[in-house]
């Protein structure tokens, strides 16, 4: 399996909802990342886990709220969001440094806050 | 900051018209640059990774190489389904991963 997998593929969610996004592979990495996607515009760094742990957080807003349960899930916990959230969420996965195969990324989930 | 700086913007090309794309970084601890392809609405796909200056890599109409200062990847013979946006990134003492800003490639028959 050298697959990066993202569920739901698509959102929508009103700004007093609770929704989670969920990631997951099965490839060994012990490195699992969390980027938003707005349109034109390169992936933005949000958070890092590293063996589990979270080791980058790029000054997003608590609204966001990742999960690492064990090494092959990664969940983002969304609440209260603004329209301006609205976005790719992408989730990507690697070896040690990135390694010959770099960084995986899956599908991504496009969430629309209504 | 590191900073990674891709140009052209947007390229359009004739099908068969080789062209080169750029990517600028800064040099300091640079510990991998990587080139993906991404298709609108979808991820961005691996395409090559470089760790140092000279080396080179191949794929299909697709070459990667790497100097001291840049990467560019070079597009022998396009065809249509090469459109896409390409996206150098880099790695540098984190796991944190630097996108540039992309070039949008359009190939017409």
């Known amino acids: 399996d050298t697959e990066v997998t993202q569920t739901p593929k698509h959102l929508v969610m009103g700004m007093t909802n609770k929704k989670s996004l969920k990631c997951e592979q099965h490839?060994?990495?012990?490195?699992m990342y969390w980027y938003k996607q707005k349109a034109k515009k390169p992936p933005e760094l949000m958070f890092v886990y590293s063996y589990e742990k979270l080791s980058i957080n790029e000054s997003v807003p608590s609204r966001f709220s990742p999960e690492c349960p064990n090494s092959s899930l990664l969940n983002l916990h969304l609440h209260a969001l603004q329209p301006e959230d609205s976005a790719l969420y992408l989730c990507?996965?690697?070896?040690?440094?990135?390694?010959?195969?770099?960084?995986?990324f899956g599908s991504g989930t496009r969430l629309t806050v209504v | 900051e590191d900073q990674v700086t891709q140009s052209p913007e947007a390229l359009r090309l004739q099908e068969g018209e080789s062209s080169s794309l750029n990517c600028s970084y800064t040099v300091s601890g640079l510990r991998g640059l990587f080139w993906y392809r991404q298709d609108p609405g979808k991820g961005p796909e691996f395409l090559f990774t470089l760790y140092s200056a000279g080396e080179e890599k191949e794929k299909e109409r697709l070459k990667a190489t790497l100097t001291k200062k840049e990467s560019f990847l070079h597009i022998t013979a396009p065809k249509p389904e090469d459109s896409a946006t390409y996206l150098c990134a880099t790695r540098y003492n984190t796991d944190k991963l630097i996108f540039g800003t992309g070039t949008r490639l359009q190939v017409f028959p």
């Open positions: 490839m060994g990495h012990r490195a």
């Open positions: 990507a996965s690697s070896q040690e440094g990135g390694g010959a195969f770099g960084y995986t």
